[in-house]
């Protein structure tokens, strides 16, 4: 699929190389936006301009942070994999785009974070700690590549869950560490489970 470029003047060469022209499509305003992704899908790769000049009454034209708010709050698309870029000469309106979605998409990778978690805490025996270790350091690893699970939980987990023993924490350190992800509790909690 190609990428899509959202501008209401520029073209591809003046923002970026002429090279990649052949790699998006260009549309002008808010409507051929959503009529595109609504046609083709969700691109793979989608670049901002945000003020898009004059609709055809010759009022301001919704902008690109308006294209943002529809595909967060309206379009129903699943938006964690989506690579985007905003090219746009208004800082303001730049930061505004780039937040919500960068936001948004970190709340959908955190959501998916925490239904692994409960997946395995709810598919692993209660008596099972060693297993319900693993499973948790491999989810736990997954997302720390994206930055949603520090290197600090890992490391509490291996010296809670790791040491003989210690099975009678395990259920505590699996809530304190969804209250920890779900941004409830501190990390700092996981250590007074063991006191």
């Known amino acids: ?10 073209t591809i060469e003046m923002v970026y190389d002429k090279s990649m022209e052949d790699e998006f ?7 051929d936006f959503k009529k595109y992704i609504q046609t083709n ?3 793979e790769f989608i ?3 945000n003020d898009l000049g004059l609709d055809h009454h010759g009022e301001v034209a919704p902008d690109g942070y ?9 379009s129903g698309l699943d938006l964690s994999k989506l690579n985007f870029h905003v090219h746009s000469a208004n800082p ?3 930061e505004q785009i780039r937040g919500l979605l960068s936001n948004f998409q970190e709340h959908i990778r955190s959501q998916t974070f925490i239904a692994d978690i409960e997946n395995y805490s709810l598919t692993i025996s209660k008596d099972n700690f060693s297993q319900k270790y693993d499973g948790l350091k491999k989810v736990v690893l997954k997302y720390n590549e ?3 699970a520090g290197s600090v939980i890992e490391n509490l987990l291996t010296e809670y869950i790791g040491q003989d023993g210690i099975s009678e924490y395990v259920d505590e350190v699996f809530g304190e560490v969804l209250n920890c992800i779900s941004g409830y509790t501190s990390p700092g909690n996981l250590i007074k489970l063991k006191e």
Do not use: C, E, Q, T
């Open 92 to 94: 303001v309106a730049s």
């Open 41 to 43: 899908g969700l691109p």
């Open 146 to 148: 994206i930055g949603l």
């Open 25 to 31: 499509d260009i549309v002008r305003n808010l409507n």
């Open 1 to 10: 699929m190609k990428k899509l470029f959202l501008d209401d003047i520029r």
């Open 66 to 74: 308006a294209a943002v708010k529809w595909l967060v709050y309206d």
């Open 47 to 49: 670049s901002f301009d």
